[in-house]
């Protein structure tokens, strides 16, 4: 059985929501899930993992959360090579630029990107969790 973290930041419970939702469908997809805040898992447990989903909402100018996760994911990205990843997160306003440029980012850092990352408009909907659980289970089962 191949082992995920799921690794997020959540400010409004929006995030969080959906990655217990990208939990749910990774383990459904096979794998063994282990759910993080942000300030309760450290870059360097990364090679502990098969793969790993990132979850952060865009933040003022459609950046990543600054004060937790931003200097996290700076020091996981130099532990990406080759890692299966997922990214996800919501937004408030724009157009998701943010999860463009993250996407991007971590391609650079050679990351498996498995999908373009899942960016969704203020509080998930019940089909928005519904994508959630397929994209943990659909990236459980590439793994």
């Given at each position: 059985?191949?082992?995920?973290?799921v690794v997020y930041w959540s400010g409004t419970g929006n995030t969080e929501a959906m990655a217990k939702a990208v939990e749910k469908g990774a383990k459904e997809g096979g794998a063994e899930v282990s759910l993080f805040e942000v300030d309760s898992f450290s870059a360097d447990k990364i090679g502990?993992?098969?793969?790993?989903?990132?979850?952060?909402?865009?933040?003022?100018?459609?950046?990543?959360?600054?004060?937790?996760?931003?200097?996290?994911f700076e020091e996981a990205e130099g532990k990406l090579s080759s890692v299966p990843t997922i990214l996800f997160g919501s937004y408030g306003w724009g157009g998701g630029a943010w999860m463009e440029a993250w996407s991007e980012r971590t391609r650079s850092a050679g990351a498996k990107l498995f999908a373009d990352g899942l960016a969704v408009e203020n509080e998930p909907s019940a089909d928005d969790l519904a994508t959630c659980e397929k994209l943990g289970k659909d990236f459980a089962a590439s793994l």
């Open positions: 059985m191949k082992k995920l973290a502990d993992y098969d793969a790993v989903a990132f979850g952060c909402p865009a933040m003022g100018d459609e950046v990543l959360e600054e004060g937790a996760f931003e200097p996290f």
